[in-house]
């Protein structure tokens, strides 16, 4: 029986706003036994994100939250 929880992959991911956009990369690396489908060991993902207008967040009826 598994748990659902793998540990075949580490993902970095970076990433910047701009003007309503976050614009990301991310590298895959596997590192586990799994058969890989080529040479490679990894693969680059780029990704493209509307986040809209930024929020005041220091407004007196919204918490203070973190976005990642």
Known sequence: LTSGVTTDAVIPYTAIDIKGFRVGMSYDVT?????????????IEFSITYTGKKRNYYSRHEPLVPRF
Do not use: F, N, T, Y
């Open 31 to 43: 590192i586990s036994k799994l058969k890989q489908s080529g040479s490679a060991v990894g693969g």
